[in-house]
């Protein structure tokens, strides 16, 4: 999975989180906003653990554009190479 790949799982699942914790807490279904809620924090936890440079496992942080080069070990990111597959 490339770190676009990742990043668009990441604001999918977060922002289908609020969706549907929101329309849940609207339709007053609370297991709707249970399961909005496991979303976010579903989203939260991958940021966590896999958000990280593929060459020294940093974590990158928030998302930002124009973000070519690692903070920590200076190695390029390619945000469209698949780890641990490269060709
Ligand atoms: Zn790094």
């Known amino acids: 999975m490339s770190l676009n790949q990742k990043r668009i799982l990441i604001i999918a699942m977060l922002a289908g989180g609020m969706f549907v914790g929101i329309a849940g807490a609207l339709a007053e279904t609370y297991w709707l906003v249970v399961v909005g809620a496991a979303l976010m924090v579903g989203s939260l936890l991958f940021f966590l653990s896999k958000w990280a440079c593929p060459h020294c496992g ?6 930002r554009s124009g973000m070519d080069y690692c903070p920590h070990c200076g190695e390029r990111l390619d945000f469209n190479e698949r780890i641990g597959r490269k060709s």
């Open 58 to 63: 940093w974590h990158l942080g928030r998302f």
